[in-house]
């Protein structure tokens, strides 16, 4: 009985030490006292970077303020500006008759040069002066000048593009600079906090810091051939912010904020960034080489219908091989039209865009195992990757000279961009009953004379340039490199919304 007595005090003695333990640290947890019990500590990588270790903070508020304190020093503002050049305007109500020389009246005041100002921003990679930015942010710039937190200035030069990715790297003449850590991209998760930084809006509003969460990851959006894979945030994100580094707590790079969905224009909760993996992959190859290196497999894909997916009891992300490239990796590996992949190395598709974004991250050559399978039965297939042509909009590197870009793409001589007609794009466009021969209008500037005096917009079909008729991208560049330089050319164009014919006409940039 004593013994018993003994061992009920004992067991008494010890809940109420626990029980003294819990309150405390609860207590002190309510009162915002346990910062003060413990050192944060701060360690650096060994050769610089912004990434933070250990116990850092411990509380959300002091892990926003020191992600912000070591990454500002590494985001960069980049001022570019354009020269647009245009056709002075000139009448002449005698034009064609014996008295066209001795009238020729030009409207006064009409600027023929003028100064484009864009902004945006980036961040340092490397310590001698690398920088990544968005793509969009530097095309077509004749000048580029990249601001420094500290407010120092300096020029900046065009490593090199990759319109696909949308990513340029950017150099400027300095050393011993601050730089960004990069993360994990296999690490990220949904709900997982983030902080966006850039210059929104106006210069005025450099180093902005936003926060938010990871709303969602493998947003795909697609564009011809491209297939881009975006992160998803609701850290607010506004012109300006593009280029500028998306990082995580520990004060790494997870991402290059690229895009917004809008209707009004500005921030509405929905941004996208660029992956860090992807990152990864492009930048170091325009660093090297100035253009990036991709795989091709050659073939024309589609989702495949739910109903088949369900019948065949296929991943969800089951791609469907409609056309085979003649002479492609995919032919010489015996992938056939009509073909479901439904797995790449054994990795099972999720959605069936993944086929081109995991196909360009690898180099020609490479070999990958695709699990396809063909009327009910599952096979494997090896096949050993082409190369995707590295001409176009694939990638491109710039040098400035005497403050002069590069040679200017289509959309920065004439104002859009087209397409050849894929079935990705017929179906985003919605143009499967379509079977008129031409290109198709991807994108158009709303500031260029294509869209507000040649009524160019998105989803018509270009079926004849300069009275050539053209079928696909190839035949529209043949038709225009014959125009002469300052030119005007007429435009035959189809409205697929109407079904009618347009007729349009556009000047060539005088050389």
Same mark, same amino acid.
């Given at each position: 009985?004593?013994?018993? @007595? ?20 609860? $207590? ?15 360690? @650096? ?8 270790? +250990? ?30 050049? !245009? ?18 009246? !030009? ?7 003028? !100064? ?25 710039? =004749? ?11 300096? =020029? ?67 564009? *011809? ?13 506004? #012109?300006?912010?593009? $280029? &500028? ?20 224009? *500005? ?38 219908? #739910? ?28 992938? /056939? #039209? ?7 190395? $054994? ?9 081109? /974004? ?6 020609? +050559? ?30 491109? !590197?710039?040098?400035?000279?005497? &403050? ?10 004439? $104002? ?10 017929? @179906? ?6 379509? =079977? ?29 340039? =300069? ?42 940039? &005088?050389?």
């Amino acid at each position: 009985m004593r013994r018993t @007595r003994t061992l009920s005090i004992i067991a008494l003695v010890v809940i109420a030490f626990l029980a003294g333990v819990f309150f405390t640290t609860a $207590g002190a947890n309510l009162l915002g006292l346990s910062n003060r019990a413990t050192t944060p500590t701060l360690a @650096r990588e060994e050769n610089g970077g912004t990434r933070i270790e +250990g116990a850092a903070v411990n509380s959300l508020e002091e892990a926003f303020v020191a992600v912000a304190e070591r990454v500002n020093p590494t985001v960069v503002q980049i001022r570019s500006e354009r020269v647009i050049r !245009r056709q002075p305007f000139r009448w002449n109500p005698f034009e064609g008759t014996p008295f066209e020389e001795f009238f020729n009246f !030009r409207m006064p005041d009409m600027p023929e040069e003028f !100064r484009s100002q864009g902004l945006g921003s980036g961040v340092i990679i490397r310590a001698d002066g690398y920088i990544v930015t968005n793509n969009h942010v530097v095309e077509g710039a =004749d000048e580029l000048q990249v601001v420094l937190h500290d407010g120092t200035t300096y =020029d900046a030069e065009v490593v090199g593009t990759d319109p696909q990715s949308d990513l340029a790297v950017l150099k400027i003449d300095a050393e011993n600079l601050p730089y960004i850590s990069m993360g994990d991209a296999s690490s990220l998760r949904v709900g997982q906090w983030v902080l966006a930084f850039g210059s929104p809006l106006s210069p005025q509003l450099s180093n902005t810091v936003t926060a938010g969460i990871i709303s969602a990851l493998n947003r795909y959006y697609s564009e *011809g051939p491209a297939v881009q894979n975006f992160i998803q945030t609701d850290a607010a994100i506004n #012109p300006g912010n593009s $280029g &500028g580094p998306l990082v995580n707590l520990r004060g790494e790079l997870i991402g290059i904020n690229t895009a917004i969905y809008t209707r009004t224009g *500005g921030y509405q909760g929905i941004g996208f960034a660029i992956p860090v993996d992807i990152v990864q992959y492009v930048v170091p190859q325009l660093i090297e080489t100035g253009h990036v290196e991709r795989a091709r497999l050659g073939v024309q894909y589609t989702a495949a219908a #739910p109903s088949v997916i369900k019948a065949l009891n296929l991943p969800r992300g089951a791609a469907q091989v409609v056309t085979v490239e003649e002479g492609s990796a995919a032919e010489k590996a015996g992938i /056939k #039209p009509g073909d479901l992949i439904v797995a790449i190395d $054994g990795q099972q598709l999720t959605n069936h865009l993944e086929l081109s /974004k995991i196909i360009s991250t690898h180099r020609p +050559g490479d070999e990958v195992k695709l699990t396809i399978n063909r009327d009910g039965e599952t096979r494997t297939v090896t096949v050993k990757l082409g190369a995707a042509p590295s001409e176009g909009a694939t990638a491109s !590197r710039r040098r400035t000279q005497s &403050g002069r870009g590069a040679e200017s793409d289509l959309m920065e001589e004439l $104002g859009f961009s087209i397409a050849d007609i894929t079935p990705e794009l017929a @179906r985003r466009f919605n143009l499967e009953d379509t =079977d008129v021969a031409g290109v198709l209008i991807t994108d158009v500037d709303p500031n260029s004379a294509a869209y507000r005096e040649a009524n160019l917009r998105r989803g018509l079909i270009i079926t004849e340039v =300069d009275r050539k008729p053209v079928r696909n991208v190839e035949e529209f560049e043949k038709a225009y490199q014959a125009i002469k330089p300052g030119a005007t050319f007429l435009l035959r164009l189809y409205d697929p919304q109407s079904g009618g014919t347009l007729i349009t006409a556009l000047q060539k940039p &005088g050389s």
